[in-house]
């Protein structure tokens, strides 16, 4: 079991960035494959990116590729989402999701656990 908590969002102009935060309470962090999805209204959820157990394997949506970057620290049983040149089109709420596993997988049904999201708002 792990419990995800996020932290970071909040309301910004276009061109900004955010950095979102995901620590992780629970056993063997470094076990986890972390990823980020986002839901803005109406929509369904997307995969944004995902970072294996020890990073050395990232994975992003086409649409934040070169903006946004994942990155874990496991000592501290974090997961970080740096978001730059932020578009209002990035406006959702963010959510921070874990599966235990050693591969980065981009859909929603996979992922066993979530945070309980964290609000971004893009302005322009």
């Known amino acids: 079991q792990v419990q995800l908590v996020e932290s970071g969002g909040g309301l910004v102009q276009a061109g900004d960035s955010l950095r979102l935060s995901c620590t992780a309470f629970?056993?063997?962090?470094?076990?986890?494959?972390m990823s980020w999805f986002r839901q803005a209204p109406g929509e369904e959820r997307k995969f944004v990116a995902g970072?294996?157990?020890?990073?050395?394997?990232?994975l992003y949506a086409d649409d934040v590729k070169g903006r946004f970057a994942i990155s874990r620290d496991n000592a501290k049983n974090t997961a970080f989402l740096q978001m730059n040149s932020l578009k209002p089109e990035d406006t959702a709420v963010y959510y921070c999701?874990?599966?235990?596993?050693?591969?980065?997988?981009?859909?929603?049904?996979?992922?066993?656990?979530w945070g309980q999201g964290t609000q971004v708002t893009v302005s322009s």
């Open positions: 629970g056993r063997s962090f470094s076990s986890y494959t």
């Open positions: 970072i294996n157990w020890n990073g050395d394997t990232t």
């Open positions: 999701v874990a599966l235990l596993s050693t591969v980065v997988v981009g859909g929603a049904d996979d992922y066993d656990y």
